[in-house]
């Protein structure tokens, strides 16, 4: 079964992506901070991670980085309400796979 961390603030966007995936058989743990994602992907496989930028304590973009650093090449897929072009180029920069 692959595994999904999804990392948000928002309860309401946690509790619906974890329903949807859940119901196709993902199996899903969940982050609310930058931190508690990265300490979770350090000490953690996961298949895919879907993520946040605007994040209490480390942001996405921070969390990108810093998994990136650690040689850490789950595939990151950035989901956000920032839609900007800077955010998506150095998102892209950092690592990400997606936004």
Known sequence: M???LI???EP???TLLQYNLEAEHYQVETATDGQEALDKVRNE???FIILDLMLPSLSGLDVT???RED???TPIMILTA???ETDKIVGLEL?????
């Open 65 to 67: 980085r810093k998994i």
């Open 7 to 9: 990392v948000d603030d």
């Open 2 to 4: 692959k595994k999904i």
């Open 12 to 14: 309401a966007i946690l």
């Open 82 to 84: 920032k839609d900007n």
């Open 71 to 73: 040689k850490i090449q």
């Open 45 to 47: 496989p996961f298949d």
């Open 95 to 99: 690592g990400a796979d997606d936004y």
